[in-house]
């Protein structure tokens, strides 16, 4: 095998599947392609139901540039709508997030329930003549199902049902996740420059937990930590084995054992990571969810919240805060690690000064094997129906421009 001898001038020899090029995190016509293909057609995570405790809460929130409403009935069911007036197609919510028994448009006053039905027409009078009735006006529905408390949203009435999707990849939340009300004590946003994907690859790829100092304290040394596997779903997801690690080494750690979450032992960790950009991270006493809003090809805007566990104690909470604040909180170890890492990574493949990346590690789906990297693009692949590794045509025999002309 020839090998090049210097950075990729042209593509890596190695089979399509082991390495992704960087114009998958860059090119502005594969971003516009995923919106259409996969996010406009794919389960995506909203928010989580205690985002919408009491009938009538809402938060309007914007997916595939479209603007939605997601609101709690008074029935109890969480339902999401197109943010759209029916009359003339007005943004007809505008606060971020708030209680309601109607939503009224500002723009000529139609106003509609929690429940998506059209229950005022300004001077229904005039309609009379074509037959226009509240009951042809009702808002656009778009599918939304529960399960664990997060609530999924997807746009497509013609995709797969949400339990098809997700298949058996949140198994391993069902007891920390399941057993007792959550609700999330914490949400931020973080506004990188880094391509959505990146951002789930740090998700993924476990090898980089050497660049964290909290994981190199209290993970990467104990036994079995490079032992536990990746579990492989169909669609795209990925779940890891759980290991125990040693929070306690960590200094200022305040380990409070009784705040294990159901089905734990004190200090486990688990991953799960779903297709397309959401992963949830389980350890020991609080959970985090990420999800991201792609806003460019190197934009993204992160939303990460935080869980405990619902009507606990001031005391209890202040702790399972602090747990998850001092790695996960905007000034906690983890997060900005991570995103000096992705933004590191964008910078060079910005204008193609880095062209290639490679995913090649094969370690019996151990937890630094590339395969669910792999997997991930190989879904990605078929969703977009383009491979990762050589995304916008053709090029055998081509040499590669170490930078992109513009
Ligand atoms: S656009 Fe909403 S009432 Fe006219
Ligand atoms: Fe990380």
Redesign the pocket.
Known sequence: MTRNAVQWTSPPQLPADHYIDSQVYTSQEIFDEEREKIFARTWKFICHESELPNPGDFRSVEHVGIPLVVVRGPDGTVRTFVNACSHRGAKLVNEPRGNTKHFTCFFHLWSYDTGGRCIEITREEGYKQCGLTKDDCGLRKVRTEIKLGMVFINMDDQAEDFDTHVGNAMDDLLEPMGTQPMEVFHFHRVLMHANWKQWHE?NMELY??W??VVNRTTSVAVPGYHDRKWKIHPSGHGSLEPLKVQYSNYKGWDQRENLTLPGLSPGEFRVVDLFPNTTVIVRATTIRIDTSIPIAPGITLLEQRGLGVKGESAQDRAHRQHHHNQFWGPFGR?LA??VI?VEAVERANRHGGARFGIIARHEELKSQDDEIMRAYYRTWGRYMEREASNPLGAREGQAVPVARRA
């Open positions: 740090t980089h937990e660049g964290h983890n690690e991570d890492f």
